[in-house]
Nanobody, 110 residues
């Protein structure tokens, strides 16, 4: 299994970014996928998950601002991030089972 994230970058507070995570080597449609993030000096934090049945779940800190979705035809999961805050600054990782992608940096400035 391989996961490749993309879409990170720098944005001002209040802005938006869309992260993508493409999976290979797995029957994608049968799997749940999650996004977690890690800010400097902090532990890994749950952001969002989408089940194989397309049911989403969100961490409290991102509810109402972030949306997770998937495209099984492209083996890809997305994280639409709106109304970004400085505290959203972190490396964002895609997880499938025990496998983690390389991460993509999101930096939000005021």
């Amino acid at each position: 299994v391989q996961l490749v994230e993309s879409g990170g970058g720098s944005v001002q507070a209040g802005g938006s970014l869309r992260l993508s995570c493409e999976a290979s080597g797995v029957t994608f449609s049968t799997k749940s996928l999650a996004w977690l993030r890690q800010a400097p000096g902090k532990e890994l934090e749950f952001v969002a998950l989408i089940s194989q049945y397309n049911i989403p779940a969100y961490g409290d800190s991102v509810k109402g601002r972030f949306t997770i979705s998937r495209d099984n035809t492209k083996n890809t999961v997305f994280l639409q991030m709106n109304s970004l805050k400085r505290e959203d600054t972190a490396v964002y990782y895609c997880f499938l089972d025990e496998v983690r992608g390389q991460g993509t940096q999101v930096t939000v400035s005021s």
